[in-house]
Each structure stands twice: as structure tokens, then as C-alpha cells.
């Protein structure tokens, strides 16, 4: 274990609904006796952006594992953070105190402590996500998906509303009742009228769709899931069909440009930023670039 990493720091929002500080706290104290060698640090955070912060400032020192006590917005942050300290040897991993949790359901093979105790490593894909051009551009990383569209608009909603199944159902529903398509501009010049489009780096989301049957966050490519705009009781039947039984396979690609025709949202791992009129957004795979606990 001591050539994986050479410390661990739990990161946590203490104000989470998901009881981050408990599970921070039972983590370190299992630690504590399976790895009595190993130093524990807990880093709470105290606002927005903080977890991007700490997760740098750890990740330029030594070899720690970075575990994020949180959902795939913490994660993100975290992930993100790693990214930006050159020439890290950090370890980066989660675990799960969120609401969807999509990049810890779908990538685990045992429980985190276990992990952590056989010091498995392993390298995932991310997304780079560059917004903008020339010496104004802003690189963001994702471990798991970057949407437009529905996915979004239907996030920014549920902030605002009341979590929880039959809370996020109205939700959904409400929002989808209201949606307009939105339009891009491809590499091609080609413009598209489109409900939702995804990007994404693991093949389920928001706890009950399946994407793709064959995408995988470690095989050097991210499927396109694009779903033009259409009558909405077919949009609806395409997330009926999501949720029950996968949309089956979709393009694969290393790299997808476009930009924005008007003002609008754009969510990375469950966190949403707004993209101005005009915008032109570049999406690559970055291969192998994270490395993580199996």
C-alpha cells in the first residue's frame, strides 16, 4: 500500500444532506484500524469551490488518495482540482454521500475501505472540457458526463425544488412540460436543433438511464448521445426507453466541437455553468488521466 499512496484526505461538505461528515468520520476511524499506519487527514469545506481548492493543494505534495466524502458534483470538484496540479501523483477516488452517485455505482467492484486497504490502482478516462479561446479559455474536467439540453435544465430545477423520488418526479415532469429546444453549431457549420445532448464517459446517468451498452471510462473514447428535436411524447419515450431497458449503442469519438448559438446551460457531473451566446466548446477525451482505487 505504501507505494500507492502515502496519506489519504477525506474532503467533505459538513452541511451535506447526504451525512458526508458521519461517513468522513467512519471512514477514518476503519482506517484507522485496518491501516493504523497510514495518516488520515479530514478536510471539511466551507464553500463553493473549496473542494477544487484543497484537492489542489494536497495533490502537489507526496502521493495522496484524495477521497471525496459526496455525489458527482463533489467528486468533480475534486477530480478537477487533482487536475490542475502538474505532475501530480495523487490518487483520486469517492465515496458516495450524494443523491445520483452515477461514476461510484457504475465503477465499483468492492467497498472503498477494502479498496483502499489492497492499494489497487487503476486509470480512467476523463472529459476535458475547454470553454472558450485563446488566452480566455476556462478547462474543466469531468469523470463522468457533460450534458445540454434536458439534463440541465431538469439540474438547475431540482436545485431550486425539493429532492427526494416523488420530489424530483413533479420536478422532472414540470420542467420537461416547459422545455424548448435549443440549437448549436457543429465543427461543419451545420447547425442543430436539439432536446438533449450527452456526452458521456460511463454508460448510465441520473440513477435509472442506461446510454449505452458498451462505454466503458477506460477505453480512450466517450459516446455522443444526441437526441434531436422532436414531438415531445417521443422525447418522453426515448428516456422511458433510457430507463427501462438502455438506448443501446451510440457513437463513440475522441474528440466533439461546437458552439453555442444562444445563451445556455451546460451541466459536468451533476454541476451546471452557463455558457454565453457565441461560445465555442471543445470536449476530448483525455485517456488515462485520472487514477483511482479498484
Known amino acids: 500500500m505504501a507505494a500507492a499512496f502515502d496519506s489519504v484526505v477525506l474532503v467533505f461538505n459538513p452541511h ?22 497510514l495518516p488520515v487527514d479530514l478536510r471539511p469545506t466551507g464553500y463553493a469551490g473549496h473542494a477544487r481548492e484543497i484537492a489542489r493543494e494536497a495533490a502537489a505534495t ?16 475534486v477530480v478537477d482540482g487533482v487536475m490542475q496540479a502538474p505532475g501530480t501523483g495523487a490518487v483520486c477516488a469517492v465515496l458516495a454521500a450524494g443523491n445520483a452517485n452515477d461514476h461510484r455505482r457504475v465503477t465499483r467492484e468492492r467497498s472503498l475501505v477494502e479498496s483502499i486497504v489492497a492499494g489497487d490502482l487503476r486509470r480512467m478516462d476523463l472529459l476535458r472540457l475547454t470553454v472558450g479561446a485563446g488566452p480566455d479559455a476556462t478547462v474543466h474536467h469531468a469523470h463522468s ?15 431550486k425544488g425539493r429532492k427526494g423520488s416523488l420530489g424530483e418526479i413533479v420536478t422532472t415532469v414540470r420542467t420537461f412540460s416547459r422545455f424548448r429546444p435549443f440549437e448549436i453549431e457543429l465543427a461543419d457549420g451545420d447547425r442543430r436543433s436539439i432536446d ?7 454508460p448510465e446517468m441520473a440513477k435509472y438511464a442506461t446510454l449505452s451498452e458498451d462505454s466503458r471510462p ?12 422532436t414531438a415531445k411524447w417521443r422525447v418522453l419515450g426515448t428516456a422511458l426507453r433510457a430507463a427501462l431497458r438502455g438506448l443501446g449503442p451510440q457513437p463513440s469519438v475522441r474528440e466533439y466541437r461546437f458552439r453555442t448559438v444562444s445563451p445556455l446551460p451546460l451541466q459536468i457531473d451533476g454541476e451546471v455553468m452557463n455558457l454565453d451566446a457565441g461560445t465555442p466548446v471543445v470536449v476530448e477525451i483525455a485517456a488515462g488521466a485520472l487514477t483511482t482505487v479498484v
Open 196 to 202: 438533449s445532448l450527452v456526452l458521456a464517459n460511463i
Open 16 to 37: 451535506s444532506t447526504g451525512d458526508a461528515e458521519r461517513l468522513a468520520g467512519e471512514l477514518r476511524d476503519e482506517l484507522a484500524v485496518r491501516a493504523p499506519g
Open 145 to 159: 458526463y457533460i450534458g445540454l439540453g434536458l439534463t440541465p435544465v431538469v439540474a438547475v430545477e431540482l436545485e
Open 218 to 229: 477506460d477505453d480512450g473514447r466517450f459516446e455522443v448521445v444526441m437526441l434531436a428535436h
Open 62 to 77: 507526496g502521493r495522496p488518495l484524495i477521497v471525496s466524502v459526496s455525489g458527482d458534483g463533489g467528486y468533480n470538484e
